[in-house]
């Protein structure tokens, strides 16, 4: 977690954690109404204005939970009417602080009332404007309610595995540090480490590897080495098929594998770290991918799954650890 996120944790009670997973909560509705945005199709849009609408109602609700404007049984009330306690509380008027972006919420309101009611199909040409929209008015809320960066809001201490979750927290520090590297590198080696978990729920696959073994082929090299590349191939091929059967999107993974560098393990469970050269360095990019492990954890841990690191890479994590994730500067 950020600075400013262990602060606002530690500072207050129960209330501010309330309200720290109320926003996000709502990040990860636009989030999910974002992905929505970018594809193509009447309901993809519909479920995008969903979304965001959605994401916006839940951060008006933190406002008037956390603030004790309205107690969580009268929240049964209309959308505008959420809109004006919280602009009238005293202790807002009296700072000048009022709620940005008045007509743009009343329109998307209405919008969102002929999607749900009439099933209205959006138009293609809004979109663009309802995600940059629905973002700024986030960003505004979380600063300026909350004192809270809407980049920091993460499911980062949701993960329950201690050295996953410190491993990622390192990685969203590099970010603020502008490596990139580091945390893209971070990011990458957690993941993998994480999906062991589905390797264990996997069935035994001891046919291939043991074959060229115990089958008296050992002292032909090229027939060992084709059933051992065959052997990997046919674990990969499981790991993948198990890993998007997992709720992994295709999609997703793709753009992960792309935007990361290539890691193997070592005998020793030590990470071995390549293709750093070629990829893109940016803070947009390093976000993505930060975000992309998190929720994928979390999701894992849903399911049951109890992502962690391996017997095999605890020392390697501990060290990765203990020098910071300097290793990968």
């Known amino acids: 977690m950020t600075s400013e996120v262990t602060a606002f944790?530690?500072?207050?009670?129960?209330?501010a954690v309330a309200a720290f997973r109320r926003l996000l909560l709502s990040k990860q509705l636009y989030l999910h109404g974002l992905d929505h945005s970018m594809k193509a199709g009447?309901?993809?849009?519909?479920i995008a204005v969903h979304n965001f609408h959605n994401a916006i109602e839940i951060a008006l609700r933190a406002i008037l939970l956390h603030y004790e404007i309205r107690a969580e049984k009268q929240l049964n009330i209309e959308f505008e009417v959420m809109l004006n306690e919280i602009d009238n509380y005293q202790a807002f008027k009296d700072k000048g602080i009022r709620l940005p972006y008045r007509q743009e919420l009343r329109n998307l309101n209405q919008l969102r009332n002929l999607v749900q009611h009439h099933a209205i199909e959006p138009e293609s040409t809004t979109m663009d404007d309802w995600r940059v929209f629905t973002r700024r008015f986030l960003e505004q809320v979380c600063q300026t309610y909350f004192?809270?960066?809407f980049a920091s809001l993460s499911p980062l201490s949701m993960i329950e595995d201690a050295s996953l979750r410190e491993m990622l927290r390192?990685?969203?520090?590099?970010?603020e540090e502008d490596n990139f590297k580091r945390s893209l590198t971070?990011?990458?080696i957690a993941f993998e480490w994480a999906g062991q978990a589905i390797s264990g729920f996997l069935p035994y696959e001891g046919f291939l590897s043991s074959f060229f073994i115990t089958s008296g082929f050992r002292e032909f090299r090229d027939l060992r080495d084709a059933f051992e590349k065959l052997a990997e191939k046919t674990r990969r091929a499981e790991y993948y098929a198990a890993l998007l059967s997992s709720g992994v999107n295709l999609v997703d993974y793709k753009r992960f594998e792309s935007s990361t560098p290539s890691v193997a393990f070592t005998i020793g469970g030590s990470p071995n770290v390549q293709s750093l050269g070629l990829l893109e360095l940016s803070d947009d990019t390093a976000r993505w991918v930060h975000n992309f492990v998190v929720t994928t954890i979390v999701h894992w841990q849903a399911l049951g799954l109890a992502p962690c690191i391996p017997d095999w890479g605890k020392e390697a994590a501990e060290k990765l650890i203990g020098e910071g994730g300097a290793t990968f500067s």
Request: proline share 0%; aromatic share 0%.
């Open 9 to 15: 944790l530690n500072a207050t009670d129960e209330k």
């Open 42 to 46: 009447a309901l993809n849009k519909m």
């Open 147 to 149: 004192g809270l960066e």
């Open 170 to 175: 390192l990685s969203l520090l590099s970010i």
């Open 186 to 188: 971070l990011s990458k």
